[in-house]
């Protein structure tokens, strides 16, 4: 083999192992942003850079994974769904402090179903590997339900608060907190009627 033939030769391995390599790259990267869906567009954000956030990512599944997490029993489901139920009724009453006791309810739902429930950012992160597509609405109600403890929110902040800790809630829950269906079988518009039930 004469020495250009070997330069070729090595020159071909070369962009051969570099399209392998993007290759990997840009399935690891198509994989997170299925996985985490809208939180993969929010950590490239907060992050110096998408390499940053995809590590980051990474990290919150390795996390995840060593968490124990359980399924809840059909008498606790049943127990959840209620306890929403009593929530949206004493809405109309005292939104205020609705606000505040659905945010307990989903903390308490969160725990029993094996996530940590300490700082709301690390919840969070922990929250983003199985539940991506309705941490947005946690994130929305938490802010909310700050706004209110310092006395900023108004009575549709507060509605829109429901209606964001009830998606997360449903999706914990495995069902609609009012019907009792997947929260994918309900029409969009019902998300309007979250606290008219």
């Known amino acids: 083999m004469s020495p250009t033939q070997v330069v070729v030769l090595v020159i071909v391995v070369l962009v051969l192992a570099a399209l392998a390599a993007v290759a990997v790259v840009a399935s690891r990267r198509r994989s997170l942003r299925q996985r985490f869906g809208p939180e993969y567009d929010r950590a490239v954000a907060?992050?110096?850079s998408r390499g940053a956030a995809e590590r980051e990512l990474r990290e919150r599944e390795r996390r995840h994974a060593e968490l124990e997490l359980t399924p809840l029993s059909p008498e606790s489901r049943a127990k959840y769904a209620a306890a929403w139920e009593e929530l949206q009724v004493r809405f109309v009453d005292s939104p205020a402090e609705t606000v505040g006791e659905a945010d307990e309810l989903v903390s308490r739902l969160i725990a029993e179903r094996g996530y940590p429930t300490g700082d709301f950012s690390e919840q969070a992160a922990h929250l983003s590997v199985e539940h991506a597509r309705t941490l947005g609405h946690y994130r929305d109600a938490h802010d909310i339900r700050l706004r209110n403890e310092r006395g900023?929110?108004?009575?549709?902040?507060?509605?829109?608060?429901?209606?964001?800790?009830?998606?997360?809630?449903?999706?914990?829950?495995g069902a609609d907190p009012v019907g009792g269906q997947p929260p994918e079988q309900?029409?969009?518009?019902?998300?309007?009627?979250?606290?008219?039930?």
């Open 186 to 197: 309900r029409h969009p518009d019902h998300e309007h009627d979250a606290t008219s039930h």
């Open 46 to 48: 907060e992050q110096d």
């Open 152 to 173: 900023e929110a108004g009575t549709e902040d507060l509605r829109q608060a429901l209606v964001h800790y009830r998606a997360l809630f449903a999706d914990l829950l």
